[in-house]
């Protein structure tokens, strides 16, 4: 739904990564704060347009079930 109808989702850009050394070697993080001096490669969603998405959702299986060739991709 995201990358179809990003305008119902709500976030803010955020470094995330792993840690591939140390004690916590393996474990992801998120740097909320630009404490690593990372650039931010990803969006962190932190809220979404509830009816909205929920009307996305019924929209697309309704449309879903009208179709004639069941392997399209939009």
């Known amino acids: 739904a995201w990358l179809i109808e990003p305008s119902l989702f709500h976030g803010r850009p955020v470094a995330v990564g792993v840690e591939v050394t140390g004690y916590t070697k393996g474990h992801s993080y998120a740097d909320y704060r630009g404490q690593t001096g990372r650039p ?32 399209a991709v939009e």
């Open 40 to 71: 931010a490669n990803t969006t962190l969603v932190t809220g979404v347009d509830e009816a909205g998405f929920r009307e996305f959702v019924i929209g697309r299986i309704a449309a879903y079930g009208g179709r004639t060739d069941h392997h």
